[in-house]
């Protein structure tokens, strides 16, 4: 639903590292697995902290990621990922083995607390088995706690539109239930037209649902903690029903904090499309120069000392809470 993904890193004074559109569109452009490890050892006891590995299409299906997993945790990384819960190949039990060591933080894609919902967001999920999925992953999550290895936590990430607004609630208590760690909120951002009249962002009426939708998330919420479930909810705040005058943005979470590279290399400052596009300057490729002097360069530090008053910047909707 947005044309930005990402694979990320971080540069010499920041604390993560990203690729960004490691599959696009209109045909398949999937970053080479030794550009991918080449970052990896060329920032290896730098101040990168995480490497957060994403597509335009689903991570699992990216043929380095077994080379990556093995390279963080080698380096003593923690690796994020987001995945549509479908696990393919190996089946969820599986995966996690081979993710939650190095996880700090592993997201299914969620949309949905009854089955016709999460199917008619997401056509070809069998929502049953979705739902085993992650009862085998959190099972594998408290095994390897319990022996001691590294926690990590499993999340619902939830593109909250009007297919689904009605269902935040019930999406929260099956979190709960499955033994998910958090529930983040995130509003669909329309970045193709037809996807305008789902947005919950489009209008006084659409941003009334979505506030109705939230205190009704946070009351679910509210409600598992008092049963003893110690589910975290993000995101679910209200928003300014006025399209035209949202809340004031807020400082950029990404910029001079994570580094973005593209499926082919090249560096940018975030995960916003027009950034692919050039809109926010050349900042350079790591075919040509190593991610911690594209990091330290001219472009970078002159791009970050205009943040955020850069045109892009100040209209940025991931400057909002819930990127409204």
């Known amino acids: 639903m947005c044309p930005c993904g990402a694979a990320r890193a971080l540069g010499s004074s920041a604390p993560v590292l990203g690729s960004a559109r490691a599959l696009d569109l209109p045909g398949p452009r999937r970053m080479d697995p030794e550009l991918a490890r080449a970052v990896l050892r060329e920032r290896r006891g730098s101040a990168l902290r995480e490497v957060i590995p994403s597509t335009l299409g689903e991570p699992l299906l990216w043929p380095g990621l077994?080379?990556?997993l093995a390279g963080c945790a080698a380096a003593g990384l923690s690796i994020n990922v987001t995945t549509n819960g479908t696990f393919p190949g190996r089946g969820a039990a599986a995966w996690g083995e081979a993710i939650l060591p190095v996880s700090s933080d592993l997201k299914l894609s969620w949309n949905?607390?009854?089955a016709a919902t999460a199917e008619a967001v997401m056509p070809g999920l069998?929502?049953?088995r979705a739902v085993e999925a992650v009862s085998q992953l959190v099972a594998v999550r408290d095994r390897l706690a319990c022996a001691g290895l590294?926690?990590?936590?499993?999340s619902f990430q939830v593109t909250v539109q009007e297919a689904n607004a009605a269902e935040l609630p019930g999406i929260v208590r099956l979190a709960a239930r499955l033994g998910v760690d958090r529930v983040k909120l995130n509003q669909l951002q329309p970045r193709f037209p037809w996807l305008s009249d789902r947005a919950l962002t489009r209008s006084p009426a659409a941003?009334?649902?979505?506030?109705?939708?939230a205190a009704a998330a946070r009351?679910?919420?509210?409600e598992v903690h008092r049963s003893g479930?110690?589910?975290?909810?993000?995101?679910?705040?209200?928003l300014a029903t006025d399209p035209a005058a949202p809340a004031p943005s807020g400082p950029c979470p990404f910029a001079g904090r994570e580094a973005w590279l593209t499926w082919d290399g090249r560096f940018l400052p975030c995960p916003h499309p027009t950034a692919d596009e050039g809109a926010l300057g050349d900042f350079g490729s790591t075919t040509d120069r190593p991610l911690g002097e594209l990091w330290e360069g001219e472009a970078f530090r002159r791009f970050l000392a205009g943040?955020?008053?850069g045109p892009v910047c100040r209209t940025c909707s991931f400057r909002r809470v819930g990127g409204a």
């Open 219 to 222: 009351r679910a919420a509210e």
């Open 112 to 114: 949905g607390a009854t």
């Open 150 to 154: 590294r926690r990590s936590t499993v």
């Open 307 to 309: 943040v955020p008053e």
């Open 229 to 238: 479930a110690p589910l975290v909810l993000q995101n679910a705040g209200p």
């Open 207 to 213: 941003l009334a649902r979505w506030n109705a939708a």
């Open 126 to 128: 069998d929502f049953r």
């Open 66 to 68: 077994d080379g990556l």
